[in-house]
């Protein structure tokens, strides 16, 4: 499949099969795109050399590979839930402000133990384990988190593995010991924070109802400080009450935040849901940040921006872009109560249980639903350029708005389409300036 698109008076050939993207004139996009063209006879000959010879050197129209997914008996990942609670109310919070719709609770270190045992004893011949310390809010429990990565390290050193941990924290309990703790253990942070300080204060409240940007800033910039440069990233959200979310980013960045991540917020709440009308506004704003983005880059005072940020070249093998995050497969999520998810977004309902750390296993039945679940089980991604790059979508979003992991939210897709071209034209422009 041969995807053309047009970006500011560029145009573009994405190659399904190869991966390759091509720059070309307008006319041989348009042709290719299957419009009427009026050519010369040396224009037109000269076009179908080119489209011949990238042909031949299986560079377009290349014919796609089908790949099994990714069907694992080794768990490589866990999402602890180590606090359903949370010292902020953010208005969007998919996990009902941190309770997940139950009792707010601690995970005991018991349980956290017992989490990490799990994941050792069914992570096979796999040497790198990841854990994952989410809530609410994970500082909230911040001894727990601690007493676990020392058990884990440990427990894992007498079987010839070892751990990568990440956290995700809305910063207000980025005292000087979290900082130094979450950067001596920690091989990601990632830091809450939704751009301006009116956009953020609009959604991101205390338990007391204010406003949480002037609380957290400060101490999210300290952490950026002295984190230097192990990674981390801050992620914010944008809702319809911010659609002109390129500010938020260039805010950001301007703060001196370098590693960025500003997502869509997936809601039906009204005055915060995205909707199919507002999708050219969201489109326009993708393109005002393109551009900065790449002007910034060229001025040497650029930033990272996740959603820009694609390999054509390398990247997961095709086996993983067909399958995905693996979540409900080789990645799970544990509740302070010890049972087990497919992910932190299924976390809490009953239908979606697979089991419990106690128990040491795993409903096999719905691990195979996910396990087989993939791009190819995806009808809908059958004809879609994207499909290689974002691998069928969220299982969770899919579910919570169609009824079906295997059914893509439509809304979602096409916010990643206009990433996705977005971020083909920033290495376009990068690939320019390095030639």
Known sequence: ??????????????????????????????????????????ELKAALADI????????????????APVKSHEVKALCLHICHDCNLRCKYCFADEGAYHAAREMMSLETAKKAIDFLIQN??????????????????????????????????AKRGKRFLFTTTTNGLLLDDDA????????????LSLDGRKEVH??????????????????????FVRVRGDKHYY???????????????????????????SVEPVVTDIPG????????????????????????????????????????????????????????????????????IYPCHQFAGEAKWKMGSVYEGKLDEKLRDLFATSCLFTRERCGDCFAKFI???GCNANNYHYNGDINKPYELTCAMMKKRIECAMHVLAERKSREN
């Open 179 to 190: 900082i130094e703790f979450l950067n001596a253990e920690m091989e990601n942070v990632v």
């Open 1 to 42: 499949m041969v995807h053309v698109f047009h970006y500011h008076g560029h145009h573009y050939l994405y190659d399904t099969g190869s991966g390759a993207l091509h720059e070309c004139d307008e006319k041989t996009a348009r042709h290719l795109a299957g419009e009427p063209v009026e050519w010369t006879d040396e």
């Open 390 to 392: 974002c691998s069928g």
């Open 201 to 222: 204060d609009a959604v991101r409240k205390t338990i007391n109802g204010k406003g949480s940007f002037d609380a957290v800033i400060d101490k999210i910039k300290k």
């Open 234 to 260: 801050v992620r914010g959200t944008f809702t319809a009450k911010n659609l002109d979310f390129s500010k938020d980013v260039l805010f950001l960045a301007d703060q001196g935040f370098a590693s960025l």
């Open 272 to 339: 915060l849901q995205i909707r199919e009308e507002h999708l050219p506004i969201i489109e326009r704003e993708y393109e005002k940040l393109c551009d900065e983005y790449i002007r910034r880059e060229a001025e040497g005072k650029g930033f990272s921006f996740f959603h820009f940020h694609i390999d054509l070249e390398g990247g997961p093998c095709l086996q993983k872009r067909v399958s995905a995050c693996g979540a409900g497969n080789e990645y799970f999520s544990v509740v302070p109560n010890g049972d």
């Open 123 to 156: 992570s096979g011949k796999r040497k790198v384990l990841e854990a994952d310390f989410f809530g609410g809010e994970p500082l909230m429990n911040l001894d727990v988190i601690k007493a676990t990565v020392a058990y884990a390290k440990e427990e894992a």
């Open 52 to 67: 011949e010879g990238l042909k031949d050197a299986g560079l377009l129209y290349k014919e796609e590979v089908a790949a």
